[in-house]
């Protein structure tokens, strides 16, 4: 398993399941030999405990990257993510990436010579699921001697192989990153499918399946491709690369035919798409994905979801219209209500569905950090003192914060139970969770809203998942936290009682801290200055802050009071320690243990 020199790859080949040891696909039938084409990448390190499966989507193939000649027109179809310092660094991990069952670039598939016939299987190949897929892939790490995935990674198609590899197989691998995918095909992306199978039906050339490559149902496939490619694109993306502009002409021409430059655009990449892929594969392929549902077999996605041992990171798209985000979070608050180590990222993109495949920087940050701490789990994390998160010193303006030290951070850490369950909302870069995690031995799970700030958590090993408080806790259970955590971000939030409410539903405790707008500064600076205050616990201009409420220690109780909170313990802080005279006006920060009386609180 030597690596491959100056970026040439080649792609190899093994048959598994061999008579009678075939392998019984999810439909009953019995399907072997099997040969399965694969690549690989970089060196598995001497614990065998380093390699990475890439799962490829509809279209892709064993070739995730490198060249196989320097001829090479193109490398491999994710090569800006997979390499040497890449975002699957090669230098540090051993990648995989096979061909699907019933694909047609060197797997078994309907191409393939049926060995009871000696001719084309067509469509006497067995109908396959997502799940036969990683079947075959499973024989294949078996195979390779690889008892242990330390990652399954892939997006869309290669995303649902991903979770399945989570399910059926929990403890052949360690983690998973799932990016723009479903835990199942929804009614819209079975429709697409639909569409598309029947136009290549309805061509003539396709002749039952039982077609010669050089005169099959090319305008069929092309069209199928053609409505497939549009809903890997956005509205946004179509617009600003294609608009109503015209291709080889400035007037309309008057006639039917392609005019419009989105028109040739989807007409070559129609073309493009006969000469490498196989129509009978596309039926297979899509087939997979709609019978795909993760929760199949189960009482509900929770059920199925309970199985997961391995730590996953979730990515979607904004503009992702395929597989919106919000497939994506089903699967993550599913994990977190199992109480799973999961993290989410919803990534800002106009790329649509293609952007797992073109937000590559992001994506790079998301994954190698992801990585590298599942590989090595004891590393120490960059947000923790003395050392500070690269780019700190330019914070995001969801950010309250922006004085190196903390003294509620500190207080919190000697506040909370040792082998714990934490939510900490508005976890900024993750520095709170990871001290917790070392000094008190938590399992913590972090909440925040700025994109930029979640991925230096997710990249610093710290699971955290993209989400508002504003949109409330409703997909978590009650009391599956021991403590939530909300700390100076009260003063953000838009409804901060609905926030306390919901967690103190999901929590037994909650530890809350806030700047003091009481302070004798702010008073001074408004009575004297006749100006909004700026100080290093309110560092913003009124024309910049994220502020929505001013509030002081006084109206915390009276508010607590008119929801019915319990306040077990207060604590009054300026920046050399705790106040305790006089604390409306002397404290320039609050921090409270809050109760729900009835909670089950301890």
Known sequence: MEPFPNDIVE??????????????????????????????????????????????????????????????????????????????????????????????????GPGSINPATGRCYGLDFPVITVGDMVKVQYALMQHLG???????????????????????????????????????????????????????????????????QEAGPRKGLAIARMLAHITYLSDRSMHRKFGR???????????????????????YQGER???????????????????FDIA??????????????????????????????YMSQEIVYSLARNGKTVSYCNVKSDAGHDAFLLEVDELSRLVSGFLIHTLHPERVCENCPPKQCEGRDAPSPESVMSRPRRVDYDMIVNLVDEDCRVLDIGCSEG????????????????MEVDQELITRCIACGIPAIHGD????????????????????????????????????????????????????KVRSTLIFKGRAPVTAHLPYSWYETPNRHVLTVRDFHVFCRELGIHIEREIFLHRIGEVRLLPNLRAEEALYVLTMPGNGAR
Not at 38 to 44: A, F, K, P, V
Not at 182 to 189: M, T
């Open 11 to 108: 792609t190899r080949h093994m048959t598994l399941a061999h008579p009678p040891d075939e392998i019984t696909l999810d439909s009953g039938v019995k399907l072997g030999p099997i040969q399965v084409a694969y690549e690989t990448y970089g060196q598995l390190n001497e614990a065998r405990a380093n390699a990475v499966l890439v799962c490829h989507a509809l279209s892709g193939d064993a070739h995730v990257a490198g060249r196989h000649s320097p001829d090479d027109a193109k490398p491999g179809w994710w090569d800006n993510m997979v390499g040497p310092g890449k975002g699957i660094d090669t230098d540090k991990y051993f990648v995989i990436c096979s061909n699907i069952l019933g694909g047609c670039k060197g797997t078994t």
């Open 146 to 212: 690889i008892e242990k995935l330390l990652c399954v990674i892939g997006g869309s198609l290669g995303g649902m192989q991903a979770l399945e590899w989570a399910v059926r197989y929990p403890d052949a691998v360690e983690s998973v990153v799932l990016l723009a995918t479903s835990h199942s095909n929804g009614a819209q992306q079975i429709a697409f499918d639909a569409v598309g199978r029947n136009a290549i039906w309805a061509d003539p050339g396709f002749q039952q399946g039982n077609y010669e």
């Open 245 to 267: 502009t015209l291709r080889d002409s400035e007037t309309l021409g008057y006639r039917f035919g392609s005019e419009f430059s989105v028109e040739t655009y989807l007409d």
């Open 273 to 291: 798409f006969v000469n490498r892929f196989d129509a009978n594969t596309y039926l297979y392929v899509t087939k997979a994905m709609d019978y």
């Open 296 to 325: 199949a077999g189960f009482d509900s996605l929770d059920a199925s979801l309970a199985r997961v041992k391995a730590k996953t990171l979730v990515v979607s798209f904004t503009s992702d219209w395929l597989f919106p985000p």
């Open 431 to 446: 520095e709170l969770l990871c001290r917790l995690q070392r000094n008190k031995n938590v399992t913590g799970m972090g």
């Open 469 to 520: 408080i504003d949109k409330g806790l409703s997909q978590l259970p009650d009391n599956s936290f021991d403590y939530v955590l909300l700390s100076m971000t009260l003063q953000v939030i838009k409804k901060p009682d609905l926030a306390l409410r919901e967690m103190l539903r999901v929590g037994r405790k909650c530890i809350v801290s806030f700047p003091n707008f009481g302070h004798w």
